[in-house]
């Protein structure tokens, strides 16, 4: 029977507990930087989770509140509830919800929360008629651990691009990581092993913007407790093995109409992106060195960021190669075209980085900007006189850079809001700060006996 309080949604989450015998809930969210968080209460609870919240101490969140203005509120979405698949057994199960932040002494949304940040940047979208959907294909590497339980960096197969075992010595993992996720209700379309030896990118089907960025935060939580489970560490950082290919998280995006016509898709064009895909584009890659401080927000991000090892570094755009920014991937119908954001990495925070993504996508389209021509040769092949006649400038080649053309974009920092966009950039400022005072063994190698 259905309490008085309690949405017919959150009624059927409290049946699926009772049916799954769940015991434990963990009430998700994450921290300006991307850092899943959660708070576990007994199942017991979800009732009053749903209709008064569940309190913390927002204060000992990176980015969040000060000590003195620290209690928030969390409030678990329904749709997000999936049991969790590395904690079942015959006895019991825990399960996950994604929550939304509120201020406690106001009521509203927490500002700092970066869930409600995209939900800002989609109700933009609302407001100009449309649906953002969003597939990302994130990467990571699987490396063995030593003796003491601690991550190396030594992969545990000799696999390379779309390899079949035995060489993809880590595809049952792979396969665990599929099962598991599925179990959880997400749909996913391909994986295979990538180009560098333990390395490997699982895809999403599309899904709403929400949706996909609720995803991508579960899934790294997913892979690496199923790598742990097979005596793996899974690793979202860029770039752990230097002069290989990083982990990237190309990002397709697509806007959908209130009649649910795609947007971006015009027949009639040679490339067959409609006006508005045209002007999206053209909207990211006005803003691309902004974006890539939220998109690729770690030191290590710009060490995959170089030019040779297939990840995009030219702000252009192409229908063929994959050395620009953003590619227009084939798309056999209607529904499927769509634009590909191939600079992300999957260190990034998923909710900022499809927020700034669509909010610069979205003032394309309202300013009518008007996108260049698509450049089809390999752009690595260019000389800096060819990419200066192209007109092809570069993305921010380390992360101090990235940071200062936040600070200086303003459609860009405001789309962060002014809590989360100060936060970020002080936060962002000291790490790369403490990585310039810091002496690597690359340094020491090179010098130390030299001079």
Not at 94 to 117: H, K, L, Q, W
Not at 207 to 224: C, G, K, Y
Not at 250 to 275: I, P, Q, V
Not at 350 to 371: R, T, W
Request: hydrophobic share 35%; glycine share 6%.
């Amino acid at each position: 029977m259905t309490s008085g309080n309690i949405t017919s949604t959150e009624q059927e989450v409290l049946d699926e507990i009772e049916e799954k015998d769940v015991d434990f809930l963990r009430l998700q969210f994450t921290d300006i930087l991307g850092t899943v968080k959660n708070v576990s209460v007994p199942a017991r609870q979800a009732e009053k989770a749903f209709t008064d919240g569940i309190y913390f101490d927002g204060s000992s969140i990176e980015g969040f509140v000060r000590i003195q203005e620290s209690d928030m509120r969390l409030v678990p979405d329904p749709d997000t509830f999936a049991v969790l698949p590395w904690r079942n057994s015959e006895e019991s199960a825990s399960a996950r919800m994604i929550c939304d932040v509120y201020n406690t002494s106001t009521g509203e949304p927490f500002e700092g929360d970066p869930r409600y940040v995209l939900k800002q940047a989609l109700e933009r979208a609302s407001d100009l008629g449309y649906t953002v959907n969003a597939a990302p294909e994130p990467e990571f590497f699987l490396f063995e651990e030593d003796e003491e339980g601690r991550a190396t960096t030594d992969t545990n197969d000799a696999g390379g691009y779309f390899d079949l075992a035995p060489k993809d010595l880590a595809s049952d993992v792979r396969r665990d990581i599929i099962y598991g996720l599925e179990d959880m209700g997400f749909e996913i379309e391909a994986s295979h092993h990538e180009v560098a030896e333990g390395q490997h990118e699982i895809n999403f089907e599309y899904e709403d913007a929400l949706s996909t960025a609720d995803n991508v935060a579960t899934f790294r939580t997913v892979v690496r407790a199923i790598a742990a489970e097979h005596d793996l560490h899974a690793t979202f950082m860029p770039k752990p093995i230097p002069k290989i290919n990083g982990s990237g998280m190309h990002t397709h995006l697509s806007l959908f109409t209130e009649d649910g016509e795609n947007a971006f898709h015009d027949g009639d064009d040679e490339f067959d992106l409609s006006e508005e895909a045209h002007a999206f584009t053209a909207g990211i890659l006005e803003h691309a060195p902004a974006i890539t401080a939220i998109s690729n927000p770690t030191v290590n991000s710009y060490k995959r960021l170089v030019p040779g090892y297939e990840a995009p570094v030219y702000i252009a755009w192409s229908d063929r190669n994959r050395s620009a920014l953003i590619r227009k991937p084939a798309a056999r119908i209607p529904a499927a075209s769509r634009i590909e954001a191939r600079f992300p990495d999957p260190s990034c925070n998923p909710y900022l980085a499809l927020a700034a993504l669509i909010h610069a996508g979205l003032e394309g389209i309202e300013k009518g900007l008007e996108c260049p021509d698509p450049v089809r040769e390999n752009i690595y092949d260019f000389d800096e006189d060819k990419r200066e006649e192209y007109g092809i400038e570069t993305l921010p080649t380390n992360l101090g850079e990235a940071v200062d053309a936040l600070e200086e974009d303003e459609i860009i920092y405001n789309a962060l809001g002014d809590h989360i966009a100060q936060k970020f950039v002080e936060a962002k400022s000291q790490e790369f700060q403490e990585y310039l005072v810091d002496v690597s063994q690359w340094e020491l190698d090179r010098y130390l006996e030299t001079f």
